[in-house]
T-cell receptor, first 112, second 114 residues
Framework: DGGITQSPKYLFRKEGQNVTLSCEQN?????MYWYRQDPGQGLRLIYY???????QKGDIAEGYSVSREKKESFPLTVTSAQKNPTAFYLC???????????FGPGTRLTVT | KQEVTQIPAALSVPEGENLVLNCSFT??????LQWFRQDPGKGLTSLLL?????REQTSGRLNASLDKSSGRSTLYIAASQPGDSATYLC?????????????FGKGTHLIIQP
């Protein structure tokens, strides 16, 4: 089945630790995205990548880092510099022609 | 800066009713507009995509319209069912497309009463 997978579904970390969230797609999409969702707020863009080995900051990139070594994979690292890391993180990829975005199931990160 | 607003924030209606969800955006220079559905604790499911040159799109009981000049879109749900209960999100992609991310509204939380 084609789609986007994110792992793990739930993640718990202690404050001060870095944590990496996985995102994999087998849709052969070039562009991939990371969004953050907080209760009562719309999704906000963290980082995006149009092609392998290239990525751009979104609206709230501070405290996050990404890599794009393979077309299928776009992992997100939440660093200790992120002040409020507890949130629901969603990965997406985009169809080339229509620019329609498809989303993964999300990872809920809790930092205590 | 593009801002997207969805009204109402929450809506509860009896099963079988037709309903309309509203979305407005401040910058009419958009490439496309997407409507999504989100169930609690889940990712987003794309419902309808309207390109900037289109006026509406239909899928089953769902119909989305777009008036780019006035910065408005509506999602019409016909003959609502309890399974339609979810949060509905509207998002726009700025003109030029590119690899930019979407700008989202905060969503409408919909409850369909059996």
């Amino acid at each position: 089945d084609g789609g986007i997978t994110q792992s793990p579904k739930y993640l718990f970390r202690k404050e001060g630790q870095n944590v990496t969230l996985s995102c994999e797609q087998n849709l052969n999409h070039d562009a991939m995205y990371w969004y953050r969702q907080d209760p009562g707020q719309g999704l906000r863009l963290i980082y995006y990548s149009q092609i392998v080995n290239d990525f751009q900051k979104g609206d709230i990139a501070e405290g996050y880092s990404v890599s794009r070594e393979k077309k299928e994979s776009f992992p997100l690292t939440v660093t200790s510099a992120q002040k409020n890391p507890t949130a629901f993180y969603l990965c997406a990829s985009r169809v080339g022609g229509s620019h329609e975005q498809y989303f993964g199931p999300g990872t809920r990160l809790t930092v205590t | 800066k593009q801002e997207v607003t969805q009204i109402p924030a929450a809506l509860s209606v009896p099963e079988g009713e037709n309903l309309v969800l509203n979305c407005s955006f401040t910058d009419s220079a958009i490439y496309n507009l997407q409507w999504f559905r989100q169930d609690p604790g889940k990712g987003l499911t794309s419902l309808l995509l309207i390109q900037s040159s289109q006026r509406e799109q239909t899928s089953g009981r769902l119909n989305a319209s777009l008036d780019k000049s006035s910065g408005r879109s509506t999602l019409y749900i016909a003959a609502s069912q309890p399974g339609d209960s979810a949060t509905y999100l509207c998002a726009v992609l700025r003109s030029g497309g590119g690899a930019d991310g979407l700008t989202f509204g905060k969503g409408t939380h919909l409850i369909i009463q059996p």
